[in-house]
Every structure is written in C-alpha cells, then in structure tokens.
C-alpha cells in the first residue's frame, strides 16, 4: 500500500514568501518551484549526520547533501570543534595568517597535481580563477568549455545580462568526443587559452578521454584545467585526475573539500602558476583565505584520513548503485544509478519517466531524499545500513506502482 506523503504545506508557503522578496538566480536552491510540484521539500530547518528536517518537521535521510559540500556530514562534531576554536581567536584579520601557508603544504603534500595553490570562496570563484589565469599564461582569450563551471559571465554567455560580446570566447564542447575537441581547436587555433573540462558527468570519462584533453590542449599550445569541484575529495582527494592518473595544467577545487564552508581552491603547476603573467593576475577578495573555510579543510583532510574515508565513500556508493539498479531491473522500472560509487548519478528512461517520479516520490514519503536529477553524494555519516534501508524503500516504492 502506497505511503501517505509527507505534509509540506510550510514549504509552501515559504516559497511564495521568498518570490516576493529574493531575486530567485540568486539563489542557491532556484528550483524550487520545480520540486515543489514533485513533492518536495523546498526549505530545511536543521540537519545533523546525513540527515535533514525540512521546516514541516519531516526528517529525511539525504543523498544531495547540500548539492555536494557535505562529507563528513551536516553539523559534524569535529568540524564544529575544530572552527569554533578558530572563532575565538578570530575569522578574517587584515594581514595574512600562517594556517594559510599551512593548509597550503598540506594540499599540496595530498594532491599529485598541486605544485602550487591559490585560496578562494566557492566553486565558480575557483573555476574562474583558473580560467583568467590560463589566459593571463598563454596571452589568448579564447575557452573551451564542458560541464557547468559556475554563474560567471564567461561560463553562461547566453544568460540574461551577460554581455552579447563575451559569448564568442566561450565554445562548448561535447563530454567524452575527443574529435569534436579537436575540430574546436582546429577551428580556433592559436586562439585558445584553455579547455575546462569537468571530470566526472554521467556514466564518468571514457578511456583515454581525460589524458586526450590534455594533450590535444598542449598539443594547440593551450592549458587543460580539470573542474574537480563535485568530484574532488570523493572518487580521490585530488579528484578523476588522481583516479585515473592525469595531471591537467590547473584544477579546481571546492564543495566537498570544506565540509559546508564556501572554502575553495585552485592549483597546479608551479611553472605556470608562479610565473610573472600568473603572479600579476588580481583575484584578491576580502574572504579569501577565510579561517573558517581553512580550518575546515584542514579538518576534513584530517578525518578522511583517520576514517579511510574515501575507500569508504566508494564502499556504500558501490552498494547503492548496485542494490537500487537490481531492485529497478527486478521491478521493470527504467530507472538506473551510473557513474561512480562516491557520486551516482540517476538516469531516467523517458518513456517511463512518470512511474520514476512515482518510485522517487514513494521513497520521499517513507523519509528518503533521492534527487530525480542531480547527482548524489556520499558521505562518512551515511552508514551501511542507511544504504540497505534505501534500497528497501526502493523495493517498496517500486511494489507501490502495482
């Protein structure tokens, strides 16, 4: 028998609150609307663990977690500790301070890619940041883009109120088609700064594609810059460039690295990044290198590693994949997980779309938050048998469309 959903009538109502007083782009969670009418919630009052209350006082266990930041879980003890001992002492100070330089080595002590490294505040910051640098490198303007990289103007030239003249320096390329890359570059040689290339999409990069991307680039005298801002810190600390031992010219990092502080960081080559082009490049901002951001990836640096997190991630994530892709296959429903343990991704066959809707919709109302898009996330607070109940609630679900 079908579970009664959940009430989210103060959902509801919040969001008819903030149209009238929040521009909606700028908001993290824009959707809203949009999964509203799917049933669910659109605004959280507490989370702890890998679980959140929505402001209805629903509890549900989460496999967004933030939409990525969230590793070793919300509200996590360690980190809490960790920052508001840092908080006493002060967050942001008008000189540097040394856990800059610590957390510095320390990144680049972990990371095979990171020769040399530059703090800053959220993942479109870091993807830009690499972005201005490459071309500051190679004295070019143009960018050859895949994935989504941010809200920069460079990154979405065809948004409202980017300008029509930046759109020529943007070029999307098609994830995984080496060819198609090749034919950009040929079309635009000698124009190219970079190719920012985010890793990990769908079902993940297919063989050779990602050391492609890097030699095509240098190949036409360009950079290759790995956007790791999902992927990092879950499939390896350094990201799909560790896992699959690539070394780009530049990586971004961000989300899952900080635990829910705005931390991020790009790194790279120390020849590029320590030259005059690079060192003269201004991307200075009041809340980079904030200590709560610095402290909090020192931290998770620190967990993962005493709690082999990241074997962790791929433990679950395995199981998960597995166990729900059996229990769709079982059931007849054309619903699927791809891509990596730490990150599954969900894929929908459109001709059974509603019935996957109704199965996501079902697992909703027994308190499991599975997105219908985005991909999900792992993390150290989800336990194994939180993965076992989800793939029940999965069977459940799927029982329920009988």
């Not at 659109?42 to 702890?48: E, G, P, S």
């Not at 967004?64 to 003890?77: A, K, R, S, V």
């Not at 200075?284 to 951001?293: E, K, M, N, V």
């Not at 499991?368 to 996330?377: A, G, T």
């Amino acid at each position: 028998m079908p579970v009664k959903p959940y009430n989210i009538q103060q959902s509801k109502a919040l969001l008819d609150r903030s149209d009238e007083l929040i521009v909606r782009g700028c908001q993290g969670h824009k959707r809203s609307h949009d999964m509203l009418e799917l049933g669910y919630p659109v605004f959280t009052q507490r989370a702890a663990g890998a679980r959140f209350w929505d402001v209805d006082g629903n509890e549900y266990l989460d496999y967004l977690m933030g939409f990525g930041p969230i590793l070793l879980g919300y509200n996590d003890p360690v980190i809490n500790a960790a920052v508001q001992a840092q908080m006493e002492e002060g967050t942001i100070y008008s000189t540097a301070h040394p856990k800059e330089l610590e957390v510095a080595e320390m990144l680049i002590d972990l990371i095979p890619a990171v020769e040399m490294l530059g703090f800053l505040i959220g993942g479109s910051a870091a993807t830009s940041a690499a972005v201005r640098l490459a071309r500051a490198y190679t004295g070019r303007d143009k960018v050859i883009r895949s994935g989504y990289h941010g809200w920069h103007d460079w990154s979405r030239t065809e948004d409202e109120g980017a300008p029509s003249v930046i759109a020529p320096l943007t070029i999307e390329a098609p994830y995984g088609d080496l060819d198609a890359l090749e034919d950009i570059f040929k079309q635009n040689d000698n124009e190219v700064a970079c190719v920012i290339m985010e890793t990990i999409r769908d079902s993940g990069p297919p063989e050779g594609f990602l050391q492609g991307c890097v030699d095509m680039a240098h190949q036409y005298g360009a950079l290759c810059i790995f956007d790791e801002v999902k992927v990092g810190f879950r499939v390896a600390y350094g990201g799909a460039g560790e896992y699959y031992g690539v070394t780009p010219d530049l990586t971004a990092f961000a989300k899952a690295c900080a635990n829910g502080y705005p931390g991020s960081f790009i790194g790279g080559r120390k020849d590029i990044l320590g030259s005059p082009q690079c060192q003269s490049s201004w991307m200075a901002a009041t809340f980079h290198c904030d200590l709560p951001s610095l402290v909090a990836i020192e931290t998770v640096v620190k967990e993962v590693k005493r709690r082999d997190g990241i074997a962790y991630q791929w433990k679950i994530g395995n199981r998960l994949i597995e166990g729900i892709n059996a229990a769709c296959e079982e059931g007849g429903l054309g619903y699927r997980l791809t891509g990596t343990g730490p990150m599954p991704t969900p894929v929908m066959e459109e001709e059974d779309k509603d019935r996957c809707i109704a199965m996501l919709q079902g697992c909703l109302a027994r308190g499991y938050y599975l997105h219908p898009m985005h991909p999900m996330f792992l993390t150290l607070s989800h336990t194994e048998q939180d993965i076992e109940d989800t793939i029940t609630a999965v069977q459940e679900s799927i029982a329920d469309l009988e």
